[in-house]
């Protein structure tokens, strides 16, 4: 997903009877931090299980805070070995990622643009994390940031696994494996771009859910389990919706969706590519 916002300013707010120092650096329009992402770990070697909450700028609140993420439906414990499902991460290489340095005018460097294959077809799982499957999360965050955007898919570097990367690390895992929704609940409007189409005026404001329960592995093997709001939670549905082979654009609908088409179409791409795919 690219980076479409500035970041707020600071200055002090009232929320809920206290005065806050300062706005969210991420929320912007002078919000106040909330604890509006829970994420609950299992170390895969075992251990103390954490349960932590988080403003989308990653400031940590205990998950006592009147105001804490509740998770949407009930963290179900993965058991003591965690046990991974069968993935194609045994036979895949690194070597199979498209050239770093490659260009095209229609997406960021080293990021494929729309009409590629790879792009509108569902990944597959991962599975066990391997080497290569370490190196291709190196090779994605580097992406990414040099892009620079708030979050890039496997498949968006031309790797057909189902994994993603973003930059909240603070209130999210930068890299999670096999990502799988468990809840949705609520909309929220919220403005979209990305770094496969990266064509003027095909920006929009995107209506989604608003909050999500997500459950994945990180790149250590450990589970974790994650109830996302407001910003975590879009990145994390807009590169979701890739690893399932959809561009943001096909989730667009009435006249948004008919200018965004009329302008990809004035530019040469086959829409073909992309069915409108509304919730
Ligand atoms: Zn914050
Ligand atoms: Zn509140
Ligand atoms: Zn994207």
Partial sequence: MARRRDRGGSRDVEHAGRVTHSGCPVRG??????????VTRWPVAGGRV???????????????HPDAAEHLVDPVEPGGAVAV??????????DEVRPFDAEDDRAATGVVPVETEVLHRPTSLVGEVTRDVKAL?????????????????????GAPLRMFVQVHKRALPETLVDPEVRATEGTWTYPEGCLSLQ??????????PRRIQVRARTLHGDVVEATLDEVVARIAQHEIDHL?????????????????????????????????TPY
């Fill in 137 to 157: 999360a190196k090779h994605m965050v580097k992406v990414m940031h040099r892009a620079p955007g708030v979050g890039l898919a496997a498949n968006q570097v």
């Fill in 244 to 276: 399932d082979g959809i561009e943001y654009v096909q989730r667009l609908t009435g006249e948004d969706g008919e200018r965004v088409y009329e302008v990809m179409a004035a530019d040469g791409i086959d829409t073909s590519w992309l069915p409108p």
């Fill in 50 to 64: 954490t349960d932590h909450c988080t403003c989308s700028c990653g400031r940590r609140f205990p998950t006592s």
């Fill in 85 to 94: 499902a069968p993935g194609v991460s045994a036979t895949w290489s690194i």
């Fill in 199 to 208: 064509v003027e005026e095909t920006d929009a404001r995107l209506v989604r």
């Fill in 29 to 38: 329009d002078d919000r106040p931090c909330l604890p509006l992402n829970r």
